[in-house]
Protein backbone atom coordinates (compact mmCIF):
# COMPACT_ATOMS: atom_id res chain seq x y z
CA UNK A 1 0.00 0.00 0.00
CA UNK A 2 1.23 3.29 -0.71
CA UNK A 3 2.95 5.37 2.04
CA UNK A 4 -0.05 8.47 0.87
CA UNK A 5 -2.62 5.80 1.21
CA UNK A 6 -1.32 5.55 4.79
CA UNK A 7 -1.41 8.54 5.70
CA UNK A 8 -5.08 9.01 4.21
CA UNK A 9 -5.68 5.83 6.43
CA UNK A 10 -4.20 7.70 9.41
CA UNK A 11 -6.41 10.85 8.46
CA UNK A 12 -9.53 8.75 8.67
CA UNK A 13 -9.26 7.13 11.91
CA UNK A 14 -8.38 10.44 13.39
CA UNK A 15 -11.51 11.98 11.49
CA UNK A 16 -13.93 8.87 13.23
CA UNK A 17 -12.13 9.10 16.39
CA UNK A 18 -12.88 12.58 16.87
CA UNK A 19 -16.43 11.94 15.36
CA UNK A 20 -16.71 9.02 18.01
CA UNK A 21 -16.80 11.27 20.78
CA UNK A 22 -20.45 12.81 19.90
CA UNK A 23 -22.15 10.62 17.91
CA UNK A 24 -23.43 8.17 20.63
CA UNK A 25 -24.26 11.00 22.58
CA UNK A 26 -26.09 12.89 20.71
CA UNK A 27 -29.72 11.64 21.82
CA UNK A 28 -28.52 11.41 25.69
CA UNK A 29 -27.69 15.10 25.46
CA UNK A 30 -30.31 16.29 23.50
CA UNK A 31 -33.33 14.26 26.13
CA UNK A 32 -31.40 14.56 29.06
CA UNK A 33 -29.18 17.65 29.36
CA UNK A 34 -31.09 19.52 27.20
CA UNK A 35 -34.86 17.99 28.49
CA UNK A 36 -35.85 17.41 24.90
CA UNK A 37 -38.03 14.36 23.95
CA UNK A 38 -37.13 11.94 21.90
CA UNK A 39 -38.62 12.88 18.92
CA UNK A 40 -36.99 16.43 18.66
CA UNK A 41 -33.67 14.34 19.43
CA UNK A 42 -34.52 12.45 16.01
CA UNK A 43 -35.38 15.51 14.77
CA UNK A 44 -32.04 17.12 15.09
CA UNK A 45 -30.27 13.90 13.92
CA UNK A 46 -32.34 14.24 10.77
CA UNK A 47 -31.01 17.74 10.11
CA UNK A 48 -27.70 16.59 10.55
CA UNK A 49 -27.90 13.58 8.16
CA UNK A 50 -29.65 15.92 5.66
CA UNK A 51 -26.92 18.42 5.93
CA UNK A 52 -24.26 15.35 5.37
CA UNK A 53 -26.56 14.28 2.04
CA UNK A 54 -26.03 17.83 0.99
CA UNK A 55 -22.59 17.89 1.95
CA UNK A 56 -21.82 14.37 0.04
CA UNK A 57 -23.39 15.76 -3.16
CA UNK A 58 -21.10 19.18 -2.79
CA UNK A 59 -18.06 17.78 -1.49
CA UNK A 60 -17.65 15.16 -4.37
CA UNK A 61 -17.98 18.23 -7.07
CA UNK A 62 -15.66 20.11 -5.40
CA UNK A 63 -13.24 17.18 -5.63
CA UNK A 64 -13.64 17.52 -9.26
CA UNK A 65 -13.61 21.37 -9.29
CA UNK A 66 -10.40 22.24 -7.15
CA UNK A 67 -8.67 18.82 -5.77
CA UNK A 68 -9.25 16.58 -2.83
CA UNK A 69 -6.40 18.90 -0.59
CA UNK A 70 -8.27 21.85 -0.81
CA UNK A 71 -11.34 19.81 -0.37
CA UNK A 72 -10.49 18.52 3.05
CA UNK A 73 -8.82 21.45 4.01
CA UNK A 74 -12.47 23.22 3.65
CA UNK A 75 -14.55 20.55 5.13
CA UNK A 76 -12.54 20.03 8.04
CA UNK A 77 -12.57 24.20 8.38
CA UNK A 78 -16.20 23.86 8.66
CA UNK A 79 -16.42 20.99 10.98
CA UNK A 80 -13.60 22.46 13.47
CA UNK A 81 -15.85 26.37 13.29
CA UNK A 82 -18.66 23.70 14.58
CA UNK A 83 -17.56 21.82 17.29
CA UNK A 84 -15.28 24.76 18.49
CA UNK A 85 -18.23 26.53 18.98
CA UNK A 86 -20.60 23.78 19.84
CA UNK A 87 -17.77 23.49 22.83
CA UNK A 88 -19.07 26.78 24.44
CA UNK A 89 -21.96 27.39 23.42
CA UNK A 90 -24.53 24.04 23.28
CA UNK A 91 -28.39 25.25 24.52
CA UNK A 92 -31.07 23.61 21.82
CA UNK A 93 -30.89 25.74 18.98
CA UNK A 94 -27.05 26.05 19.26
CA UNK A 95 -26.85 21.99 19.21
CA UNK A 96 -29.10 21.97 16.30
CA UNK A 97 -27.42 24.45 14.00
CA UNK A 98 -24.01 23.53 15.01
CA UNK A 99 -24.96 19.54 14.57
CA UNK A 100 -25.96 20.50 10.87
CA UNK A 101 -22.32 22.52 10.63
CA UNK A 102 -20.69 19.33 11.64
CA UNK A 103 -22.81 17.20 9.40
CA UNK A 104 -21.83 18.94 6.44
CA UNK A 105 -18.34 19.26 7.01
CA UNK A 106 -18.34 15.79 7.51
CA UNK A 107 -20.44 15.46 4.42
CA UNK A 108 -17.88 16.90 2.41
CA UNK A 109 -15.07 14.98 3.83
CA UNK A 110 -16.31 11.52 3.04
CA UNK A 111 -16.68 11.61 -0.63
CA UNK A 112 -13.31 13.19 -0.42
CA UNK A 113 -10.99 11.34 1.00
CA UNK A 114 -12.35 7.82 -0.91
CA UNK A 115 -11.92 9.37 -4.40
CA UNK A 116 -8.35 10.26 -3.10
CA UNK A 117 -8.04 6.66 -1.83
CA UNK A 118 -8.67 5.71 -5.24
CA UNK A 119 -6.63 8.02 -7.15
CA UNK A 120 -3.35 7.07 -4.85
CA UNK A 121 -3.57 4.07 -5.37
CA UNK A 122 -5.58 3.06 -9.09
CA UNK A 123 -4.02 -0.68 -9.68
CA UNK A 124 -5.02 -2.00 -6.03
CA UNK A 125 -8.71 -2.05 -6.72
CA UNK A 126 -11.17 -2.31 -4.21
CA UNK A 127 -7.99 -2.56 -1.54
CA UNK A 128 -7.46 0.98 -0.93
CA UNK A 129 -11.88 1.34 0.38
CA UNK A 130 -11.12 -1.86 2.27
CA UNK A 131 -8.35 0.36 4.03
CA UNK A 132 -10.39 2.98 4.49
CA UNK A 133 -13.32 0.83 5.41
CA UNK A 134 -11.23 -0.86 8.20
CA UNK A 135 -9.72 2.62 9.36
CA UNK A 136 -12.92 3.99 9.75
CA UNK A 137 -13.83 0.98 12.40
CA UNK A 138 -10.74 1.96 14.32
CA UNK A 139 -11.75 5.35 14.67
CA UNK A 140 -14.98 3.77 16.00
CA UNK A 141 -13.12 1.22 18.70
CA UNK A 142 -10.76 4.29 20.05
CA UNK A 143 -13.36 7.43 19.95
CA UNK A 144 -15.94 5.39 21.29
CA UNK A 145 -13.57 3.78 24.33
CA UNK A 146 -12.20 7.25 25.01
CA UNK A 147 -16.02 8.58 24.98
CA UNK A 148 -16.62 6.63 27.89
CA UNK A 149 -13.90 7.77 30.41
CA UNK A 150 -14.38 11.65 29.38
CA UNK A 151 -18.25 11.49 29.99
CA UNK A 152 -17.31 10.10 33.30
CA UNK A 153 -15.99 13.32 34.19
CA UNK A 154 -18.21 15.82 32.98
CA UNK A 155 -20.46 14.62 29.84
CA UNK A 156 -20.08 18.03 28.35
CA UNK A 157 -16.37 17.54 28.44
CA UNK A 158 -17.32 15.58 24.79
CA UNK A 159 -17.55 18.85 23.27
CA UNK A 160 -14.13 19.83 24.14
CA UNK A 161 -12.39 16.82 23.00
CA UNK A 162 -14.85 16.39 19.24
CA UNK A 163 -13.38 19.93 18.97
CA UNK A 164 -10.20 19.31 19.79
CA UNK A 165 -9.55 16.13 17.73
CA UNK A 166 -10.90 18.41 14.57
CA UNK A 167 -8.32 20.51 15.03
CA UNK A 168 -5.64 17.94 15.50
CA UNK A 169 -6.51 16.67 12.03
CA UNK A 170 -6.37 20.05 10.59
CA UNK A 171 -2.58 20.50 11.23
CA UNK A 172 -2.32 16.99 10.38
CA UNK A 173 -4.01 17.22 6.83
CA UNK A 174 -2.59 20.40 6.16
CA UNK A 175 1.12 19.26 6.98
CA UNK A 176 0.79 15.60 5.61
CA UNK A 177 -1.66 16.21 2.20
CA UNK A 178 0.49 19.37 1.05
CA UNK A 179 2.71 17.84 -1.40
CA UNK A 180 0.26 15.79 -2.79
CA UNK A 181 -1.94 19.08 -3.35
CA UNK A 182 -1.12 18.61 -7.47
CA UNK A 183 -1.30 15.32 -7.53
CA UNK A 184 -4.79 15.58 -5.86
CA UNK A 185 -6.31 18.64 -8.06
CA UNK A 186 -5.48 16.30 -11.48
CA UNK A 187 -7.26 13.56 -9.97
CA UNK A 188 -11.12 12.59 -11.83
CA UNK A 189 -13.91 10.90 -10.92
CA UNK A 190 -17.26 10.65 -12.01
CA UNK A 191 -20.10 12.50 -9.35
CA UNK A 192 -23.57 12.61 -9.34
CA UNK A 193 -23.96 16.17 -10.95
CA UNK A 194 -23.15 14.94 -14.46
CA UNK A 195 -24.17 11.15 -14.63
CA UNK A 196 -26.44 10.59 -17.90
CA UNK A 197 -28.44 7.10 -18.27
CA UNK A 198 -29.46 6.00 -20.96
CA UNK A 199 -32.73 3.87 -21.67
CA UNK A 200 -29.94 0.72 -22.86
CA UNK A 201 -29.28 1.08 -18.89
CA UNK A 202 -32.38 1.45 -17.07
CA UNK A 203 -32.65 -1.93 -16.11
CA UNK A 204 -29.35 -1.36 -13.85
CA UNK A 205 -30.62 1.16 -11.93
CA UNK A 206 -33.94 -1.10 -11.47
CA UNK A 207 -31.49 -3.63 -9.55
CA UNK A 208 -29.66 -0.60 -7.63
CA UNK A 209 -33.28 0.71 -6.59
CA UNK A 210 -34.64 -2.58 -5.36
CA UNK A 211 -31.50 -2.85 -3.82
CA UNK A 212 -31.50 0.58 -2.27
CA UNK A 213 -34.96 0.29 -0.52
CA UNK A 214 -33.74 -2.72 1.46
CA UNK A 215 -30.28 -0.71 2.06
CA UNK A 216 -32.53 2.19 3.85
CA UNK A 217 -34.63 0.00 6.26
CA UNK A 218 -31.58 -1.75 7.26
CA UNK A 219 -29.62 1.52 7.98
CA UNK A 220 -33.49 3.40 9.35
CA UNK A 221 -33.23 -0.66 11.83
CA UNK A 222 -29.47 0.30 12.61
CA UNK A 223 -29.62 3.71 13.46
CA UNK A 224 -31.61 3.05 16.52
CA UNK A 225 -28.31 2.51 18.30
CA UNK A 226 -27.07 5.43 18.38
CA UNK A 227 -30.44 7.34 19.09
CA UNK A 228 -33.47 5.31 21.15
CA UNK A 229 -31.84 2.51 22.14
CA UNK A 230 -28.95 4.64 24.01
CA UNK A 231 -31.17 6.51 25.79
CA UNK A 232 -33.41 3.37 26.73
CA UNK A 233 -30.20 1.69 28.15
CA UNK A 234 -29.72 4.78 30.18
CA UNK A 235 -33.23 4.73 31.19
CA UNK A 236 -32.33 0.88 32.27
CA UNK A 237 -28.98 1.93 34.53
CA UNK A 238 -26.33 1.10 32.34
CA UNK A 239 -23.52 3.90 32.21
CA UNK A 240 -22.38 5.98 29.74
CA UNK A 241 -19.33 4.13 29.67
CA UNK A 242 -21.18 0.71 29.80
CA UNK A 243 -23.14 2.13 26.53
CA UNK A 244 -20.06 3.04 24.87
CA UNK A 245 -18.35 -0.23 25.41
CA UNK A 246 -21.00 -1.15 22.82
CA UNK A 247 -19.92 0.76 19.75
CA UNK A 248 -15.38 -0.06 20.95
CA UNK A 249 -16.63 -4.21 20.79
CA UNK A 250 -18.49 -3.25 17.23
CA UNK A 251 -15.46 -1.58 16.24
CA UNK A 252 -12.90 -4.17 17.20
CA UNK A 253 -14.77 -7.04 15.74
CA UNK A 254 -14.77 -5.45 12.35
CA UNK A 255 -11.39 -5.34 12.55
CA UNK A 256 -10.56 -8.15 13.79
CA UNK A 257 -13.01 -10.43 12.86
CA UNK A 258 -13.15 -10.25 9.11
CA UNK A 259 -11.47 -13.61 8.54
CA UNK A 260 -14.15 -15.39 10.28
CA UNK A 261 -16.62 -13.90 8.27
CA UNK A 262 -14.68 -14.19 5.04
CA UNK A 263 -14.59 -17.65 5.90
CA UNK A 264 -18.31 -18.39 6.32
CA UNK A 265 -19.00 -16.89 3.11
CA UNK A 266 -16.41 -19.32 1.10
CA UNK A 267 -17.45 -21.82 3.19
CA UNK A 268 -21.46 -21.56 2.58
CA UNK A 269 -20.68 -20.74 -1.68
CA UNK A 270 -22.65 -17.39 -0.54
CA UNK A 271 -23.48 -14.81 -3.32
CA UNK A 272 -23.56 -11.26 -2.88
CA UNK A 273 -27.31 -11.77 -2.51
CA UNK A 274 -27.31 -14.60 -0.43
CA UNK A 275 -25.25 -12.79 1.62
CA UNK A 276 -27.19 -9.83 2.22
CA UNK A 277 -30.55 -11.70 3.04
CA UNK A 278 -28.25 -13.90 5.32
CA UNK A 279 -26.92 -10.69 7.05
CA UNK A 280 -30.34 -9.51 7.46
CA UNK A 281 -31.04 -12.08 8.79
CA UNK A 282 -28.88 -11.54 11.54
CA UNK A 283 -29.96 -8.34 11.59
CA UNK A 284 -33.07 -9.49 12.78
CA UNK A 285 -32.33 -11.81 15.51
CA UNK A 286 -30.43 -9.17 16.86
CA UNK A 287 -33.26 -7.30 17.59
CA UNK A 288 -35.17 -10.50 18.88
CA UNK A 289 -32.38 -10.52 21.52
CA UNK A 290 -32.42 -6.48 22.18
CA UNK A 291 -36.12 -6.84 22.71
CA UNK A 292 -35.80 -9.19 25.49
CA UNK A 293 -32.55 -7.16 26.66
CA UNK A 294 -32.94 -5.12 30.14
CA UNK A 295 -28.70 -5.83 31.41
CA UNK A 296 -25.69 -4.56 30.02
CA UNK A 297 -25.07 -8.36 29.25
CA UNK A 298 -28.54 -8.89 27.29
CA UNK A 299 -27.55 -5.41 25.05
CA UNK A 300 -23.95 -6.64 24.44
CA UNK A 301 -24.99 -9.78 22.95
CA UNK A 302 -27.51 -7.93 20.66
CA UNK A 303 -24.52 -5.73 19.53
CA UNK A 304 -22.60 -8.83 18.67
CA UNK A 305 -24.70 -10.38 16.62
CA UNK A 306 -25.39 -7.18 15.23
CA UNK A 307 -21.89 -6.44 14.02
CA UNK A 308 -22.23 -9.93 12.06
CA UNK A 309 -25.02 -8.88 10.13
CA UNK A 310 -23.42 -5.52 9.37
CA UNK A 311 -20.48 -7.09 8.41
CA UNK A 312 -22.69 -9.11 5.74
CA UNK A 313 -24.52 -6.35 4.43
CA UNK A 314 -22.63 -3.44 4.80
CA UNK A 315 -19.66 -4.36 2.64
CA UNK A 316 -21.84 -6.15 -0.08
CA UNK A 317 -23.89 -2.84 -1.05
CA UNK A 318 -20.96 -1.07 -2.52
CA UNK A 319 -19.61 -4.15 -4.52
CA UNK A 320 -22.92 -4.85 -6.10
CA UNK A 321 -22.98 -1.22 -6.85
CA UNK A 322 -19.83 -1.50 -8.27
CA UNK A 323 -20.72 -4.63 -10.52
CA UNK A 324 -24.08 -3.11 -11.47
CA UNK A 325 -22.44 0.36 -12.67
CA UNK A 326 -21.56 0.61 -16.50
CA UNK A 327 -18.34 2.09 -17.42
CA UNK A 328 -17.37 5.62 -16.25
CA UNK A 329 -20.60 5.31 -13.98
CA UNK A 330 -19.04 3.72 -11.06
CA UNK A 331 -19.43 6.87 -9.35
CA UNK A 332 -22.83 7.70 -9.91
CA UNK A 333 -23.91 4.17 -8.69
CA UNK A 334 -21.67 4.45 -4.97
CA UNK A 335 -23.53 8.53 -5.01
CA UNK A 336 -26.86 6.51 -4.89
CA UNK A 337 -26.28 3.83 -2.24
CA UNK A 338 -23.91 6.70 -0.19
CA UNK A 339 -27.24 8.61 -0.32
CA UNK A 340 -29.10 5.82 0.78
CA UNK A 341 -27.41 5.44 3.61
CA UNK A 342 -27.58 8.81 4.55
CA UNK A 343 -31.10 8.91 4.17
CA UNK A 344 -31.89 5.54 6.61
CA UNK A 345 -29.46 8.11 9.25
CA UNK A 346 -31.42 10.51 8.55
CA UNK A 347 -35.45 9.15 8.75
CA UNK A 348 -34.65 6.31 11.26
CA UNK A 349 -33.50 8.60 14.72
CA UNK A 350 -37.01 10.32 13.84
CA UNK A 351 -39.36 7.34 12.88
CA UNK A 352 -37.90 5.61 16.13
CA UNK A 353 -37.86 8.58 18.13
CA UNK A 354 -41.82 9.17 17.58
CA UNK A 355 -42.76 5.13 17.97
CA UNK A 356 -41.05 5.67 21.49
CA UNK A 357 -42.65 8.39 22.53
CA UNK A 358 -46.49 7.77 21.64
CA UNK A 359 -46.18 4.44 22.39
CA UNK A 360 -42.90 1.38 23.40
CA UNK A 361 -39.99 0.73 22.80
CA UNK A 362 -41.01 -2.87 21.80
CA UNK A 363 -43.53 -1.21 19.20
CA UNK A 364 -40.20 0.30 17.74
CA UNK A 365 -38.33 -3.13 17.54
CA UNK A 366 -41.54 -4.95 15.99
CA UNK A 367 -42.15 -2.18 13.55
CA UNK A 368 -38.18 -2.87 12.54
CA UNK A 369 -38.92 -6.77 12.56
CA UNK A 370 -41.55 -6.72 10.29
CA UNK A 371 -39.28 -3.88 7.70
CA UNK A 372 -36.74 -6.68 7.68
CA UNK A 373 -38.95 -9.10 6.06
CA UNK A 374 -39.88 -6.05 3.48
CA UNK A 375 -36.35 -5.90 3.16
CA UNK A 376 -35.61 -9.57 2.31
CA UNK A 377 -38.52 -9.24 0.05
CA UNK A 378 -36.81 -6.34 -2.14
CA UNK A 379 -32.98 -8.51 -1.58
CA UNK A 380 -34.73 -11.57 -3.44
CA UNK A 381 -36.35 -9.59 -6.05
CA UNK A 382 -33.23 -7.29 -6.99
CA UNK A 383 -31.58 -8.81 -9.32
CA UNK A 384 -34.76 -9.49 -11.45
CA UNK A 385 -34.22 -6.85 -13.77
CA UNK A 386 -30.52 -8.08 -14.46
CA UNK A 387 -32.12 -11.86 -15.48
CA UNK A 388 -35.04 -10.43 -17.42
CA UNK A 389 -32.04 -8.30 -19.53
CA UNK A 390 -30.42 -11.77 -20.09
CA UNK A 391 -32.95 -13.64 -21.24
CA UNK A 392 -33.79 -11.19 -23.56
CA UNK A 393 -30.79 -10.41 -24.56
CA UNK A 394 -30.37 -14.23 -25.25
CA UNK A 395 -33.91 -14.36 -27.20
CA UNK A 396 -32.04 -11.54 -29.62
CA UNK A 397 -28.88 -14.03 -30.14
CA UNK A 398 -31.07 -17.05 -31.03
CA UNK A 399 -33.35 -14.80 -33.49
CA UNK A 400 -30.04 -13.34 -34.93
CA UNK A 401 -29.54 -15.03 -38.91
CA UNK A 402 -26.62 -17.50 -39.21
Request: charged letters at 10%; aromatic letters at 14%.
Amino acid sequence: MPKALWLLVVAMVINVTGASFLWPLNAIIIHQELGRSLTAAGFILMLNAFAGVIGNLIGGRLFDKIGAYRTMILSIIITTISATILAFFHSYYFYMFLLMGLGFGSGMMFPAMYALAGSLWPEGGRKPFNAMYVAQNVGVALGTALVGVVASIQLTYVFSANAAMYAFLLVFVIFAFRGMKAKAANAQTANVFEQKTSLRSNYRLHSLFLLSVAFFICWVAYTQWQANVSVHTQSLGISLQQYSLFWTVNGLMIVFAQPVVSWLIKRGKMSLKGQMIVGVIIFMASYIVLSEATIFSGFLAAMIILTFGEMFVWPAVPTIANDLAPKGKEGFYQGIVNSVSTGGKMIGPLLGGMLVDFYSMTILIYVLLGMFGIAIVFLMKYDTPIIKRNMSLEKEEMNLPS
